[in-house]
């Protein structure tokens, strides 16, 4: 059943005055039939439905009485799976909790609500013996509500808020073929310690991994920030006044999180190696108004972002500086070394495109990419400013195949054996770059030099938001194909020849009119 009554919430005048209204009201529902909340709602957990998730049935039951200058709210909700509670008042203008405001579902539940992580669990040859129980708790909550239409004043709110999980088992494979092995992670606590706004936020988190009883992993983050409101209250616009914090993977056997990862296609035992090392350090200074004194607007200083990634297969290395007006590469810039990086693309390629990437060999470097320096400034929309871009970025491709798919068959390799891409970003949106590049196809060398200049490429639209010229740029160079075999002519799909005769071998009519090979040199101006 449901009884409400609403009164003085409108004004002689015909004003909705919500701080004066006086609110009582009853809920008391029992066994609520989750399937009926599922055909009016379909489609609130995605794969999933309420019922699977919840419970069959549910109870829920609320209280409220009062209003802004005085009142209180008591609301339960119990089901097979998960359960909220909450108690809270309000006295001018101000609601605060009695206790600690809590919402709990069990690890059916959980793995109701995952059938994504279900489907990868089975394709990746692993098992959760216990999927974790969660729970949020939420104490000492503050929050000043807004009075007669004025803006939300955030300054002295806040809450302590806790997420739990407990501990986590199972088994996974190291190898396709290879035994199963247990693995177990620790109980997870991340905490939210946000009492004030005004003041000093604080994010802690951390747990551990074992696998076949050895240590596996540990992740902790401690993260501060304070300088989050501006004079009047409201989150500013920016970066905080001050930011500092670490978040720290330590020894990480990538198969453990393999599962939680896959439906992002990728591989981590095979894209990162089998142990992952990886730090994230944060850091900023807040200057001296940054508070936002009297007569002084608060300014938002830069954040320096340090990365630092260590696998078998895959580093990066890097620092940037981010700020309001823009982002800012620091040091020696940021580089990457991705040896499967092949078949890490290989993952994201349409089928319908017709390609397959790997690596040519097993010491293939793969991609190589530092950015030497990086300059994205913001334009007055907010958004990055394409025209006043500056970059300088060095890839190198070294072991990497491509096989053409070709009337539905995987035809000969183009193995790049080497390449080089120099590239920079000028004022006005102009890219350059220079190519050199060593590559065979069917046992015979040939390569691709040149250098090039795309004026007008990178831009922003009438929305401000950052894109390409395609229509006004003006591409200007030049690029020679040197050696180029004729049985290049294999990666073009060839159609039947009529009456059902075989394909035209475009390969021997290619021969017959240039040879083996041929050299292409294209200038554009």
Known sequence: SIVATVDQWVSKAGKITPDTAQVDATIAIAKLPMALVDAFAP?????????????????????????MSGGSA???????NASAKAKVKIANSVLTSDSPIEVKINGAGIAAFSPALKKSLKEQSATLDTYPDAAVLIDKLRFTMPSGGGAISLKGSGALVTAKLTEVRGTVKLQKDGAAQPFKVAPLTATIDAQDLGGTVKVAAATSAELSGQPAGNLNADISASGLLDSNGAFIKGTPGKVAGDISIKGMATAIAQPFVSALKLDLPKDVGPMLDATVKIASNAPANSAGATGSPPTTPPIDIDINVAG????????????????????DGIKIEAMHAAEMAGRFIDPKMNIVVQS???????????????????????????????????????????????????????????????????????????????????????????AFNIAGLLTNGKDGKPGVAMETMRPSGNLELRNVPVSIARLAPSAPGPNGEPPLDLVKLLRGVVGPNFTVALNAK
Do not use: C
Request: net charge neutral; hydrophobic share 40%.
């Open 360 to 450: 040519a060999r097993t010491e293939s470097k793969g991609l190589t990419a530092t950015i030497r320096s990086l300059d994205l400034p913001m334009n007055a929309a907010g958004q990055y400013d394409m025209k006043r871009m500056a970059a300088e970025v060095d890839v190198g491709l070294d072991g990497i195949s491509v096989f053409p798919v070709v009337n539905g068959k995987q035809g000969a390799a183009l193995d790049v054996q080497t390449m080089t891409l120099g590239l920079g970003v000028v004022a006005g949106g102009n890219v350059q770059g220079s190519i050199n590049s060593a590559i065979w196809h069917e046992g015979a060398p040939f390569g691709a030099v040149g």
């Open 312 to 331: 078998q297969f895959l580093k990066i290395q890097g620092g940037v500086r981010y700020a309001k007006d823009g982002i800012k590469s620091r040091g």
């Open 43 to 67: 489609g609130v957990v995605a794969g999933s439905s309420l019922r699977e998730g919840l419970g069959e049935l549910a109870d829920l039951s609320a209280t409220m009485k009062g209003g």
């Open 74 to 80: 008591d609301i339960t909700f119990n089901s097979p």
